[in-house]
């Protein structure tokens, strides 16, 4: 009994390719690489039927790259924002701190 090979992805796509340039047919393809025709048929319907994907695909990376720009583009946003009001805040502590004296939070009820 043959052991069963395991072909990569890579030779059936270099393999569907070759079928599909129909330089050689299926069955001396087949032959040469020692490999069944009904194998390759296989491969070639396989290979047809995903081929949208690859397109597909490249559209969903391209809106996922999208999203996260947009969504670094926010945080930087937010960070900015974050700095501001932080820096806000400090001054009118300080200003408060002028005008009420040291311990102005517990005189006005804040802590």
């Known amino acids: 009994m043959r052991k069963r090979r395991d072909y990569t992805p ?3 796509a270099k393999i569907v390719l070759e079928i599909l340039s129909e330089e050689n047919t299926i069955g001396e393809i087949g032959s040469r690489e020692g490999i069944s025709t009904n194998q390759l ?3 070639k319907r396989e290979f047809l039927e995903n081929a949208g994907r690859v397109f597909a ?3 969903i990376e391209k809106e996922a790259e999208k999203r996260v720009k947009e969504m ?3 945080e930087r946003d937010y960070q ?3 700095g501001q009001l932080t820096l ?3 001054f009118l502590k ?3 701190e002028q005008i009420y004296g040291k311990g102005w939070e517990d005189k006005l009820g804040f802590k």
Request: hydrophobic share 15%; no cysteine.
């Open 80 to 82: 900015a924002k974050v």
């Open 10 to 12: 890579e030779y059936k």
């Open 41 to 43: 048929g296989n491969w």
């Open 88 to 90: 806000e805040n400090d």
């Open 94 to 96: 300080k200003k408060h």
């Open 57 to 59: 695909q490249s559209r």
């Open 72 to 74: 670094e583009e926010r």
